[in-house]
């Protein structure tokens, strides 16, 4: 294992014995009007995935839906259409413990990324064209479930 492979493993280990809770999130799947699907390429591993992220202290799961959405992809949330599912493995996500709260949702405007410490680019992608082997954390397994029209509880 490498320094900061290692350096991250102690981290992620404080991280638990503080915190003693997975972080909860947000994940999104943005329709826009024409069909297709927002996804955004990662900084950090140059993957494709689903806009979303951490839900502030103090904030509900509709407010930060919107907030993340408009920081990952310069687009507006019209609607919040459904609850996809929660996924919860302790894997999902490489970093740190979260559960991600996965909600389909209507969204327009100009894509953009605002915070481009995390995104290098924002796009559309019709749904036959998402490149599905090449996305982050369970990002595949959640686009599946919501194209199979699945709720999931995992």
């Not at 991280?15 to 069909?35: A, D, E, Q, W, Y």
């Not at 839906?65 to 920081?71: D, I, P, Q, T």
Request: glycine share 8%; hydrophobic share 40%; with cysteine.
């Amino acid at each position: 294992m490498s320094t900061i492979g290692r350096i991250w493993q102690y981290v992620k280990t404080v991280l638990g014995i503080v915190f003693r809770h997975p972080i909860t999130g947000t994940t999104l799947i943005p329709l826009l009007p024409n069909g297709e699907i927002v996804l955004i390429l990662r900084r950090d591993t140059r993957e494709w995935g689903l806009p979303g992220g951490i839900i502030d202290w103090g904030e509900d799961i509709p407010h930060a839906a919107k907030r993340e959405l408009r920081e990952e992809t310069g687009l507006d949330l019209l609607r919040l259409c459904r609850l996809v599912g929660v996924y919860s493995h302790p894997d999902r996500d490489p970093r740190i413990h979260s559960i991600s709260i996965l909600l389909e949702v209507e969204a327009d405007g100009k894509l953009g990324a605002r915070d481009t410490h995390e995104i290098l680019e924002v796009r559309s992608f019709p749904i036959e064209a998402i490149p599905l082997d090449n996305l982050c954390h369970d990002h595949e397994r959640q686009l599946k479930d919501y194209l199979k029209g699945a709720t999931t509880v995992a």
